[in-house]
């Protein structure tokens, strides 16, 4: 299994530009996630979905949108970049459990400038 | 409003010692304590975890310390090495399968030899 994985891994973009970060797991997940990861902030929740067709917001969503048309892919789009999304950005997916294992397994990350 | 408080920000041990990080969080209903382990460059993983049940959970050198009437907990490191330089978040999240993971702001650890 490849887990979690993200594209690009680094990307630079100019003020007002849109793109799309990927994520997709291969590990049949019900549930997949976007945090962002600022210094001092810790890791903050961007939007999530608990399966395919349905997504919600996190603490933080303003600026950017997701869909989920299949299990395995999670796409983050920014619509109009700004230097406040400069980020480093990361996808996880869990699986659903009543049981102790609420793990959430993170990809390696996409880091992102905006000039 | 920050529901998870981590501290200290950043911490120096030398080889062999104890590393210890603490968290307090707000919301009672919490039921659920992980924390994650994040190398430069790498996504975080989970570490260890644990629910209000139990007072304390032992994984190798790692262990969770949890006092629920505080509403705190905290992670300990024995035999602290090199190889656990790294940050350390903490997280807290309720009973629930939509309810999500709260982060702490993360904890950065240099050990030193």
């Known amino acids: 299994n490849a887990g979690v994985t993200q594209t690009p891994k680094f990307q630079v973009l100019k003020t007002g530009q849109s793109m799309t970060l990927q994520c997709a797991q291969d590990?049949?997940?019900?549930?997949m996630s976007w945090y962002r990861q600022d210094p001092g902030m810790g890791l903050r929740l961007i939007h999530y979905?608990?399966?395919?067709?349905?997504?919600d917001q996190g603490e933080v969503p303003n600026g950017y949108n997701v869909s989920r048309s299949t299990t395995e892919d999670f796409p983050l789009r920014l619509l109009s970049a700004a230097p406040s999304q400069t980020s480093v950005y990361f996808c996880?997916?869990?699986?659903?459990?009543?049981?102790?294992?609420?793990?959430?397994?993170f990809g390696p990350g996409t880091r992102l400038t905006v000039l | 409003q920050q529901q998870v408080k981590q501290s200290p920000q950043s911490l120096i041990v030398q080889k062999g010692g104890i590393s210890i990080i603490n968290c307090a969080y707000e919301?009672?209903?919490?039921?659920?304590f992980p924390w994650y382990q994040q190398f430069p460059g790498k996504g975080p993983a989970l570490l260890i975890a644990?629910?209000?049940?139990?007072s304390e959970k032992k994984e190798g050198r790692f262990t969770i310390s949890f006092n629920k009437s505080a509403k705190q907990f905290s992670l300990h490191i024995m035999d602290s090495q090199p190889g656990d330089s790294a940050t350390y978040f903490c997280?807290?999240?309720?009973?629930?399968?939509?309810?999500?993971?709260?982060f702490g702001t993360g904890t950065r650890l240099q050990v030193f030899p």
């Open positions: 996880a997916s869990s699986t659903r459990t009543s049981g102790i294992s609420d793990t959430q397994y």
């Open positions: 590990m049949n997940h019900e549930y």
């Open positions: 979905s608990v399966g395919a067709g349905i997504t």
């Open positions: 919301n009672t209903a919490f039921d659920y």
């Open positions: 644990i629910r209000p049940d139990v």
């Open positions: 997280a807290a999240k309720r009973g629930g399968h939509t309810d999500k993971l709260i």
